[in-house]
């Protein structure tokens, strides 16, 4: 087994199981698929997993919400860190609202990070945890946050996000194992207990926390384009100017790259003007149903 199928099949959460968060149409027959191509990428046999996993892929619409769960596991048994990578980032992107694409940013994260790349490894860290409120692998992703935070020798905030990670751990046994054993430096560090380390959570800029079920909410358009880098270079460009943005695939096929989640129209009004005067453009509100 190679090592990047190593660290693909290894790292973080369980790699057959299904998302806490996984929706209706994540059928019994897609959950068995995925442990099947695991199982057959474990075993040695690569080319047999990514060809079952390219023939469902084929048969599928990519507007299927079972296709998200297909990248993903393509992503699973790439048998290279680069065709993983691909795979999991056109999940984060182009399906940003599936139950996927937080799992996709953590292994982004983890494969960043087992490259050295820490930089990039906190970036989609962050990603997760002011993206996705929710989440219920945020303190895995707090959990990496904190490991890249010590190696760039920052020892306060690799701290706060180890407390973090042991906090929302979510009854993950091993997860709070590793992070208490980190936290082990951290009463010198912080000067208290880890037990009383302060919130490592940070609200998204532009947001105001998840909203209701079937509730309308009011987010800003900032552009619409036609491919996942394009997509992926937009959003890098507003977090460089502080902004918090995600993706909404559209039935028309075009990422629509959006800023906020507003319950407030006027809210979202005051944010459009703000776009216009700083960034220029033609930023628009738009409704989404929860």
Known sequence: MTRWLMVALGLGVTAGAAPLTAQQDASTLQDSLMREAVRLATEGRTDSAKALIRFQLD????????YAQLLFTAGLVSDTAEAAERYFRQVSIE??????ADRS??????????DGDLSDSRRY??????DYPTSPIRGEAAFWAGRAEFDLDNPVSGCRYMAQAQREARNNIELENQAAFHLQRCAAVLGISPQDSAEA???????????????????VQVAAVSTAAAADAAM??????????RVFKDQDGLLKVRIGQFTRRRDADALARELRSRLGGRPFVVEEKQ
């Open 236 to 245: 890098q460009a507003l977090r460089a100017r502080g902004y918090t943005a």
């Open 59 to 66: 048969a599928q619409s990519p507007l299927n919400p079972a």
């Open 125 to 130: 860290t962050d990603r997760v945890l002011l």
């Open 201 to 219: 959570d940070s609200a998204a800029a532009g947001g105001e926390g998840p909203a209701e079920p079937n509730q309308t909410i009011y987010a």
């Open 95 to 100: 399906y940003s609202s599936s139950a996927w």
């Open 105 to 114: 940013l953590l292994r982004l994260a983890q494969l960043a990070f087992a």
